[in-house]
T-cell receptor, first 110, second 111 residues
Framework: EAQVTQNPRYLITVTGKKLTVTCSQNMNHEYMSWYRQDPGLGLRQIYYSMNVEVTDKGDVPEGYKVSRKEKRNFPLILESPSPNQTSLYFC?????????FGPGTRLTVT | GQQLNQSPQSMFIQEGEDVSMNCTSSSIFNTWLWYKQDPGEGPVLLIALYKAGELTSNGRLTAQFGITRKDSFLNISASIPSDVGIYFCAGQLFNAGKSTFGDGTTLTVKP
């Protein structure tokens, strides 16, 4: 079954404490992306990756890092989270004619 | 960056009615995508359009890639209660990685 998994699903943390949200896909897709979703602002792309070791900025990359060391994994790293990064985060994986989103990670930074 | 204007922002319709929503952009895209998001879940891809003028159907859903490459339309025929959700359009210009999303259309269907 085609699947994109994210962990954790929920996270409450404090300002400045580094965190990583993992994303994994089982479809051998080349493209993977991270989005954040905020009320009234739709989905905004943070970073995307076109293949292993190839990443590029989306529309809102500030305060985030990513890495793509293996094709199946695309973790999102917040080195020093701030309250304005409180949001719902989605990972997505894309192949020819198809795209799948993960179930989302709800992050709260206090 | 590029921005998409999606309208209407919300719709309240009666079961059985047809629905139309659209997305417009000030710049061109090479691919248009339409998604549906149910509460508490990630978006699900409904239809992908790759060619200007293309008209594609998926069951009761029909989407069109505008001839100017700056807009796209989604129609839902004979709506049913499970059509409730948020519909997003998205555009891609250079590759399947970089996507720009509209702000969504929230659809409510009254039985």
């Amino acid at each position: 079954e085609a699947q994109v998994t994210q962990n954790p699903r929920y996270l409450i943390t404090v300002t400045g404490k580094k965190l990583t949200v993992t994303c994994s896909q089982n479809m051998n897709h080349e493209y993977m992306s991270w989005y954040r979703q905020d009320p009234g602002l739709g989905l905004r792309q943070i970073y995307y990756s076109m293949n292993v070791e190839v990443t590029d900025k989306g529309d809102v990359p500030e305060g985030y890092k990513v890495s793509r060391k293996e094709k199946r994994n695309f973790p999102l790293i917040l080195e020093s989270p701030s309250p304005n990064q409180t949001s719902l985060y989605f990972c997505a994986s894309s192949g020819p004619g198809e795209q799948y989103f993960g179930p989302g990670t709800r992050l709260t930074v206090t | 960056g590029q921005q998409l204007n999606q309208s209407p922002q919300s719709m309240f319709i009666q079961e059985g009615e047809d629905v139309s929503m659209n997305c417009t952009s000030s710049s061109i895209f090479n691919t248009w995508l339409w998604y549906k998001q149910d509460p508490g879940e990630g978006p699900v891809l409904l239809i992908a359009l790759y060619k200007a003028g293309e008209l594609t159907s998926n069951g009761r859903l029909t989407a069109q890639f505008g001839i100017t490459r700056k807009d796209s339309f989604l129609n839902i025929s004979a709506s049913i209660p499970s059509d409730v959700g948020i519909y997003f359009c998205a555009g891609q210009l250079f590759n399947a990685g970089k996507s720009t999303f509209g702000d969504g259309t929230t659809l409510t269907v009254k039985p």
